[in-house]
C-alpha cells in the first residue's frame, strides 16, 4: 500500500492546468526524465472527508471527479539551487522541458524538485504556458516577463551543451504524441466557449509541430543567455504579482 499526493482539481489555476501536468509527466517518462506521470485519483461524496476543516471539505468538494496523484516519497528533501557542484545531466534536460513548455513556475525560491531516494525528482508543471498558448495561437515566447521566469529557472546555464540541446528535440521529435494526448484522462481535457473538449487530433497536431521547431527555442535560448540576472527586489515583486493572479484566477474558477 502507498501514500499518494493528491492536487485537488477545485485548486488548480486556469483550464490547462490538469492537462499540463499529465503532458509534463508523460513527455518526461517518455524520455526517461525525473518526471512522473500522474495518477487519475477518483475523489466523490463517499471519500469520507467530513472530519476536515470547512475550506478543506469545500476544497474537495469542488474537486469531485478524477485528480491527479503522485507516489508520495516519505523520506525527501528539497533540492538545493546553490549547489554548484552539482552538474547532473538531468539538470539540463529538465530545463530543456521547462522551456519546451514554457514552465514559469520554477525559481530559487519555488524549485519545485525533490531529492529522493531514487534520485532527482521534479514536479508541477500545472503553469506551463505552450499547450495553452498554442492551441489558442498566441505566441508569449518574446513576452519579457515569460523570459526572465525562465532566466530565473535555478536549473538554466548559459552555456548549456549545444550537443544537448540538439539531442534533447531530437527524442522530442521521435515521442508518439498521439499516444500522449490519446492516453490523457477525458475529464483533464480543456473545454472551450461551447463547453466541448479541446479536438485531441489538433493538440497531437500542435504538440508535434513546436517538437519539430528546435530553432524558435534554440532563439529564446539565446535571448536568456543575453538578459541579466533580476535582482532580488525584482524577483520579490515578480512573485507578488505571480501571487495576486493566482489568487485572482482561484476566485474566478
Known amino acids: 500500500r502507498r501514500l499518494y499526493l493528491v492536487k485537488l482539481r477545485g ?107 531514487d534520485g532527482l525528482l521534479s514536479f508541477d508543471y500545472e503553469s506551463s504556458l505552450m499547450p495553452g498558448a498554442w492551441m489558442e495561437h498566441r505566441t508569449p515566447h518574446q513576452n519579457h516577463g515569460v523570459l526572465m521566469a525562465l532566466r530565473n529557472n535555478p536549473l538554466f546555464h548559459e552555456n548549456l551543451p549545444p550537443q544537448t540541446f540538439d539531442r534533447f528535440f531530437e527524442r522530442l ?42 530553432d524558435l527555442y534554440r532563439a529564446v535560448l539565446q535571448q536568456l543567455s543575453a538578459l541579466a540576472p533580476e535582482s532580488a527586489l525584482s524577483r520579490q515583486q515578480t512573485a507578488l504579482a505571480n501571487r495576486t493572479r493566482f489568487e485572482q484566477q482561484l476566485i474566478k474558477n
Open 11 to 117: 485548486g488548480v489555476a486556469g483550464r490547462y492546468g490538469l492537462l499540463n501536468e499529465w503532458l509534463a509527466g508523460s513527455i518526461g517518462q517518455a524520455m526517461g526524465l525525473p518526471v512522473r506521470r500522474p495518477t487519475p485519483v477518483q475523489i466523490d461524496a463517499e471519500s469520507g472527508f467530513e472530519h476536515l476543516y470547512i475550506e478543506i471539505r469545500e476544497l474537495i468538494q469542488k474537486s469531485f471527479g478524477l485528480n491527479p496523484g503522485w507516489h508520495y516519497y516519505e523520506n525527501s528533501r528539497p533540492f538545493s539551487p546553490h549547489a554548484t557542484e552539482d552538474d547532473r545531466p538531468e539538470r539540463h534536460d529538465l530545463f530543456l522541458l521547462d522551456l519546451f513548455l514554457l514552465n514559469v513556475d520554477r525559481s530559487a525560491q519555488n524549485p519545485n524538485l525533490l531529492e529522493t531516494a
Open 173 to 214: 521529435s521521435d515521442l508518439d504524441w498521439t499516444a500522449i494526448v490519446d492516453d490523457c484522462p477525458a475529464a483533464w481535457m480543456p473545454r472551450n466557449e461551447n463547453s466541448t473538449a479541446f479536438d485531441a487530433k489538433e493538440l497531437q497536431k500542435t504538440l508535434r509541430a513546436a517538437a519539430k521547431n528546435p
